[in-house]
């Protein structure tokens, strides 16, 4: 039995055996999702070959303390920005041995939206080392907590299968 549906969990097994087979790790960078993209890929058994590191980066200080996205960056942009997003993938590369960093940040609720960035506004971003960085922006809406942090849970590892193919 898994702690995600099963839907997540058939396709977190095919990516962690597909990245394996092509010898790729992944670093996670979490904001919004606090964890759970690294906790879905280690419900796989044998992901030690594939998951590097997770950094949860809750707060705006860890964003900068644990991935070095600058400060004036989250100041100026927000956290919940596609350029906090690009940066927290990027330093997710660089601050470990990964061949992929997946990062999201967003506003799951039920508080803390505004008209600007409203409850269910997701910005996910993964970079690949020595390639592109990619984002995805999703407006949820307002499904709940749980509904959007699994959407996003869902939306990430969409974004880590197009990594291995890039």
Known sequence: MSLFPDDLTIRARDFVAR???????VATVESCTGGLVAGLLTEIAGSSAVVD????????????DLVGVPA?????????????????????????????????????????????????????????????????ERRYGDLGRHAIRL????????????ALES
């Open 19 to 25: 990245a394996a087979a092509k010898g790729m790790t």
């Open 53 to 64: 590191r997770g950094f949860v980066t809750y707060s705006d200080a860890a964003k900068t």
């Open 72 to 136: 004036g960056l989250i100041r100026d942009r927000g956290a919940v920005s596609q350029e906090v997003a690009r940066a927290m993938a990027e330093g997710g590369i660089a601050r470990s041995g990964a061949t992929i960093a997946i990062a999201i940040t967003g506003i799951a609720g039920p508080g803390g939206g505004s008209d600007a960035k409203p409850v269910g506004l997701v910005h996910l971003a993964a970079a690949r080392r020595g390639g592109a960085t990619t984002h995805i």
């Open 151 to 162: 959407a996003a849970i869902a939306d990430a590892l969409a974004l880590l299968e197009a």
